[in-house]
């Protein structure tokens, strides 16, 4: 080979190693993020609802990831308007005899003008979860290469990262619940050169005439602290009696520090190798009828504390408390090329081509989301689950419990996250205050009764008007979720607490059903199918001469809602009190009474009936899909139990479409699910993606953010995955044809048992089962097993429709084999 040939032959090679070498570092860079875990983007966000959360079940905030002009926009999970206060009416209930004749005679329209003058809670209205701060940081960064930012599920870490004139900036946001702050950490690759200024800005509400003396104080203490302080705004005379403090507290490591001296509100970090800052607020609210809190003091606490340690620690204890939740779950689906392009890219891929590890990510945002806002000792997640950037946000940003919190709380057992209830079964305990109050004063009953939505304040009368406000099973609904954690934790304590609250809300409607015209039926009346008004008799939009306004009335007898709701109740009661050996006569008298209940129609149109009386639909399209509680989220409908409604359900779904909002498409994929279609809840699913879901994978409700389709995903997934509500274990009962094969570790299913399980092929392949409470294992398969525990084979049991069922002992683990 000559000298020319040879270096030919160098060039070629070496061109060859170069493309090899690009080749692999963009593969390498494409592949740095675990598609199941870690949504990311070539781009900061441009919208709040893009923006990436974080949250430590008190503290939230949502992080744009700019690089000039960072926002970070905090939340306070007690932030209100007003302050305590009662809506409830005194001697309403004078009035319920004639509005229940009303109903029954069919004149829903006088009967809603009546509720509404003698029964409806005031204010109206309730007070508004409210946007606390937002820290803006400015950088001289305008043209940056090599941009990202992502969410770690795994860490629960926002990260930031780009080059600017050949410097490698690094940004992480991490909210730890073990110190109570939200921390930024700002770092990069070569010494001093961090430069910014930060602020921190308050929030007013100019937007609403009701709003009244709202006010903020932003100003900076020296010592790199800049603090905010206020107080809630007054709203329908209910005044505002939160007060809140909010500082920043930074920590460079070089360079200097100053306070504009003009505005004391600018904090100046120049030239530093890296920064911390820390975020801390709180209020002064103890609990809904306590506001005697010092939120100085707390927060002079959390920055006590915050002095004796270092972001290195801060951090680790946040990893090891987050971990401890988030990694009890995994789940595994097919990885495609797709898989690995950043989260909004992704979102427009599945449209045309496979990507099931999407359903993994949106599965695992669901439960880092519930972890994020949802602690023991927090506030539930509200509409917005702790995310809130408004004043005056959609639909108060508070509790709809007409499906929206009971949706934030679905996957909350089976995602192996049971102590994350306990916000909930708090704040349905304290609704037992004015809710026994209610059922007295408006319906003259014992125990407890609850509507459709409820605030900080834990007001439980009607609200919103008579076409909303008379549901009267939101405090029934909230309180299956209780006796859900015990059939899944199976823990006797735990019903013993909660044992009052679930007779007491027995004890209301066995006072409040009234028998059906004609018919051997008992009834709740008034009542409704949220939020869609039927199409008969006496039924349309009208005038209202008091209030100037046209409505439309939902008000009915019986809608089917209510009666599963109460079937699933009674039943629930009845089996509490077999547990606990208590009250054997009272669950007689209700056993008998929920054998009184409406039965499951079918109209003459061939769906599932929506009220006692055949009453057409108004939207057809509606969003609520109410009348289907029955199937799912709750155990009165099913495939094996009520066959011949199956084809009524399916009906309905079908003409409501596959469409609606976020939550209403995630309440459709969990139904999908039950009906064993699980093709079509992946399409459903995927329709939400592309037409309900921001690029943050937040839900969007109309054209509004919610929290609530997020979570309800994750629930749609399990059911996918597993079902447990019949008493056996059915594992891939809804299985997509795309996810043939895939791991799902962890899973928690009724009676207390955790799985880990794999399958191949769209069967199982094996399965590991962890007994917490000692229980008889009963599971459906078709193929031979054998069952090890410890070395030993354990006796397995052959019964009908292909269930088999072994014996375990409590904390023991069993290993199923496929044969």
Sequence with gaps: MNLKNVLVFLIILTTVSINGQNASVTKTDSKKFDPATVLWYKQPAKIWEE???????????????????????????????????????????????????????????????????????????????????????????????????????????????????????????????????????????????????????????????????????????????????????????????????????????????????????????????????????????????????????????????????????????????????????????????????????????????????????????????????????????????????????????????????????????????????????????????????VAKEHYGARGWVFHQNTDLWRVAAPMDGPTWGTFTVGGAWLTTHLWEHYLYTQDKEHLEDIYPVMKGSVEFFMDFLVKYPGKDWLVTNPSNSPENPPEGKGYQYFFDEVTASYYFTTIAAGSTIDMQILKDLFSYYASATEVLGVDKDFAKEVLEARSKLVPSQVGKDGTLQEWTEDYGQMEKNHRHASHLYGLYPGNVISVNKTPELIEPVKKVLELRGDGASGWSRAWKVNLWARLRDGDRANKVFKGYLKEQCYSSLFAICGSQFQVDASLGMAAGVTEMLLQSQEGYIDLLPALPSEWSEGQFDGVVARGGFELDYKWKNSAVTSLEVRSNAGNVFSFKTDKKVKVLSSGKQIKVKKESKGIVNFKTEKGKIYTVEVI
């Design 51 to 437: 923006a990436l959360p974080v949250g430590n079940g008190r503290l939230g905030g949502m992080v744009y990831g700019r690089h000039d002009e960072e926002i970070i926009q905090f939340n306070e999970d007690t932030y209100y308007t007003g302050g305590p206060y009662n809506t409830v009416v005194k001697g309403g209930y004078k009035a319920l005899p004639e509005i229940q004749k009303l109903i029954f005679d069919g004149e829903p329209i006088k009967a809603h003008k009546l509720f509404g003058r003698t029964m409806m809670g005031y204010p109206v209205e309730q007070m508004k979860y409210q946007s606390l701060a937002n820290l803006y940081l400015f950088f001289n960064n305008d043209e940056v290469e090599d941009y990202t930012r992502s969410l770690d599920l795994k860490t629960g870490i926002v990260t930031v990262k780009y080059k600017f004139e050949g410097v490698n900036y690094t940004r992480e946001i991490i909210a730890s619940e073990i110190d109570q702050t939200i921390a930024i950490r700002i770092t990069a690759d070569k010494k001093g050169s961090i430069s910014f200024g930060a602020q921190l800005r308050g929030e007013r509400n100019d937007a609403h005439s009701n709003y009244a003396t709202d006010y903020f104080q932003m100003d900076g203490l020296g010592n790199g602290q800049l603090r905010l302080t206020g107080k809630s705004a007054d709203y329908l005379g209910v005044e505002g009696k939160l007060r809140y403090e909010a500082q920043i507290k930074a920590v460079p490591e070089g360079g200097t520090m100053t306070m504009d001296n003009a505005t004391n509100t600018i904090l100046s970090i120049k030239d530093a190798d890296a920064v911390t800052l820390y975020f801390v607020a709180a209020t002064n609210f103890v609990n809904y009828k306590d506001v005697s809190g010092d939120q100085q003091a707390r927060v002079a606490e959390m920055l006590a504390r915050l002095e004796k340690t270092s972001f290195k620690d801060v951090k680790e204890k946040a990893l090891t408390d987050y971990k401890k939740l988030f990694d009890r779950v995994s789940l595994t689906l097919p990885t495609t090329e797709n898989s690995y392009l950043p989260t909004d890219e992704r979102m427009q891929k599945i449209q045309t081509s496979p990507d099931p590890q999407l359903s993994s990510l949106c599965y695992n945002f669901g439960r880092y989301l519930l972890i994020s806002s949802s602690r023991p000792g927090t506030q539930p997640a509200n509409l917005q689950g702790i995310w809130n950037n408004k004043m005056n946000p959609a639909w108060d940003s508070k509790y709809t419990t007409n499906i929206n919190i009971e949706m934030n709380y679905w996957a909350v057992e089976s995602g192996n996250l049971p102590e994350l209830l306990e916000p909930l079964t708090t704040m349905v305990k304290e609704l037992t205050d004015q809710g026994a109050q």
